[in-house]
């Protein structure tokens, strides 16, 4: 099984300031076929489902603010948020889908400072 | 607009069955790969199971901690996604998720159903 490990667990950010969050897989979640990575990042608020940010890694989900980003390839991957805003206060996961189980990181829960 | 409303979740004994449904509606269900995945309480996600679509010949895939005890079904005549699970233990308490699977995500999931495991 591929073992996808976020961090850090937890993170304070200011209003305005950066956040960023990694998630590393154990194995590649790329295919050279193609040159995807097969990655998504999910934002959960409480009492919500997750809701998509981030499919093939960085390609935006229509109705995602542009101040996120998403990037990386192979085993390193980073979700940004590049001016954090009080409505981004949630828990963020990474999936891989490159190969079943597709597992998802444990989960790192993003707060204001 | 895609709707998945999952229904069938409640508190059950442990080694009892339950059985989850998920109406879908907003899109055309027999093109799409479909996934349970589930949350417990405080805890993170957990991808259980997948329907692969017609095309790929509706071949099912679960994860270890599930396998031999759950079953993922569909009715596409029904638009209906099911989980049959059995022999349930403790550990498998927690929030069921129905996915609707499209271009290299889980782009739309349900509200969820509350599973419970405890005597």
């Known amino acids: 099984d591929i073992v996808m490990t976020q961090s850090p667990d937890s993170l304070a950010v200011s209003l305005g300031e950066r956040a960023t969050i990694n998630c590393k897989s154990s194995?590649?979640?790329?295919?050279?076929?193609?040159?995807?990575?097969?990655l998504a990042w999910y934002q959960q608020k409480p009492g919500q489902p997750p809701k998509l940010l981030f499919y093939?890694?960085?390609t935006r989900e229509s109705g995602v603010p542009d101040r996120f980003s998403g990037s990386g390839s192979g085993t390193d991957f980073t979700l940004s948020i590049s001016s954090l805003q009080a409505e981004d206060v949630a828990v963020y996961y990474c999936?891989?889908?490159?190969?079943?189980?597709?597992?998802f990181g444990q989960g790192t829960k993003l707060e204001i400072k | 607009d895609v709707q998945l409303v999952e229904s069938g979740g409640g508190l059950v004994q442990p080694g009892g069955s339950l059985r989850l449904s998920c109406a879908a509606s907003?899109?055309?269900?027999?093109?799409?790969?479909l996934d349970w995945v589930r949350q417990a309480p405080g805890k993170g996600l957990e991808w259980v199971g997948r329907?692969?679509?017609?095309?790929?010949?509706?071949?099912?895939e679960y994860a270890a901690s599930v396998k031999g005890r759950f079953t993922v079904s569909r009715d596409d005549s029904k638009n209906s996604l099911h989980l049959q699970m059995n022999s349930l233990k403790t550990e498998d308490t927690a929030m069921y998720y129905c996915v609707r699977w499209d271009s290299g995500a889980c782009r739309n999931w349900g509200q969820g159903t509350q599973v419970t495991v405890s005597s």
């Open positions: 093939w890694a960085s």
């Open positions: 907003g899109f055309i269900f027999s093109d799409h790969y």
């Open positions: 999936q891989q889908y490159h190969s079943p189980p597709y597992t």
């Open positions: 329907s692969k679509n017609r095309r790929n010949g509706y071949t099912i």
């Open positions: 194995q590649s979640v790329s295919y050279s076929s193609n040159n995807q990575n097969y």
